[in-house]
Every structure is written in structure tokens, then in C-alpha cells.
């Protein structure tokens, strides 16, 4: 633990030693606001700036997403929005990593029940499995009344748990297919 402590000493020197001196420089009046400018430049040289909003929440914020040669290379918020002004929370502000992760899943996969192991699934494959266990787990839990005759027309059986990269108008439509199915266990990951 002593080397992991020394070997930080010199870093927090040095970087008390830098902040001391730009903060002794900002006192003296010197203007960041040009070696702000070149330096956003510099992160986004010979992209082409491709206006977006952020997929997170309902509010809708503007971004503006950096491409090279078809590829991501910066996401950040559009300081000409007149929602958010350039800001993004911190989900929006890592939006970049919901793009370019290289561990982030680009395939279906599955494991089968018993199994230790997944493996990939062609998506098609995947989505006739999920709905035909959908009807059979609905076919078998749905309850048109309860007992004394009073229409219920629901399974609990079902539960759906939506994440925060959904937005209003697919959550309106999952809530109207899942509602239509009698399912009354709805919730959305951004909301908790």
C-alpha cells in the first residue's frame, strides 16, 4: 500500500503546482475562452457535425454528434439548443459510450434453462421464442374475473421493465400492447 501511496505523491504535487499557477494566470486576467475554442476544434478536426438528440430521457436534449469516415468519434450537447444549451446530464453526457463500447452486446444471446453458457441467437429466432412464450405464459395466467365475478382481465404473471434509452412515443406504444394483453406490472428503469 506504502508504493501505491508514493507512487500518487508526485502526481498530486504536480497537479496542485498547475492549478496554483492557472489560478495565479486567471487572476492576472488571461482569457481561457480562445485555448477553450482550439482545443474543441482539435476534438472534432475533419468530422462532420451531424445534429441529434440525446435517446435518454423525455426532455429532448440537443447534441451534436462528430463523424469521421462513418464513424463516432465525439457526442456532445448543441450550445445552440434552446433546451439545453450545450449541457447534458450525466447519462447524455455519456452517451458517446452507448455507441462506441467494445462491450457492448451487438447480437442476441441466449442461455438455455439449465445452461452455464450463452450463446448467440439469430435475432428472428429470438423474437418468435419471446412471443410465443408471451402467449403461452398469458394463455395460462390470464384471469378474466376474480371470484366473486368482478371483470378483471389481467396477468401478473408478466412484468415488463423498459430502460432509460426509450422514449415517449415507444413507451406509449409498449404500455398499450402490454396493457392490451392484460399485463398490469408496467415500470421504466429512468423512472426509479
Not at 457535425?49 to 440537443?62: K, M, N, R, T, W
Not at 447524455?92 to 445452461?115: E, S
Not at 396477468?155 to 392490451?180: C, P, V, Y
Request: aromatic content about 4%.
Amino acid at each position: 500500500m506504502a508504493n501505491l501511496v508514493g507512487s500518487r505523491a508526485p502526481f498530486a504535487g504536480t497537479a496542485a503546482v498547475a492549478g496554483g499557477a492557472l489560478t495565479a494566470l486567471l487572476s492576472l486576467g488571461l482569457d481561457l475562452r480562445p485555448l477553450a475554442t482550439r482545443a474543441r476544434a482539435m476534438r472534432t478536426r475533419n468530422a462532420t457535425a451531424v445534429p441529434s438528440i440525446c435517446p435518454y430521457c423525455a426532455v429532448g436534449c440537443d447534441t451534436i454528434v462528430s463523424v469521421v469516415d462513418g464513424e463516432i468519434v465525439n457526442i456532445e450537447g448543441d450550445v445552440r439548443s434552446p433546451i439545453n444549451h450545450g449541457n447534458l446530464c450525466p447519462k447524455g453526457a455519456a452517451t458517446y459510450q452507448l455507441h462506441v463500447n467494445p462491450n457492448r452486446a451487438t447480437h442476441v444471446l441466449h442461455r438455455k434453462p439449465g445452461g452455464t453458457d450463452w450463446e448467440p441467437m439469430d435475432l428472428d429466432v429470438a423474437m418468435r421464442r419471446v412471443a410465443a412464450l408471451v402467449k403461452e405464459t398469458r394463455d395460462r395466467t390470464f384471469v378474466e374475473t376474480t371470484a366473486d365475478g368482478t371483470p378483471l382481465m389481467a396477468t401478473t404473471a408478466i412484468f415488463s421493465l423498459g430502460g432509460a434509452t426509450m422514449d415517449n412515443e415507444w413507451n406509449h406504444l409498449q404500455q398499450k400492447l402490454l396493457r392490451g394483453l392484460g399485463v398490469v406490472a408496467i415500470e421504466n428503469q429512468a423512472r426509479i
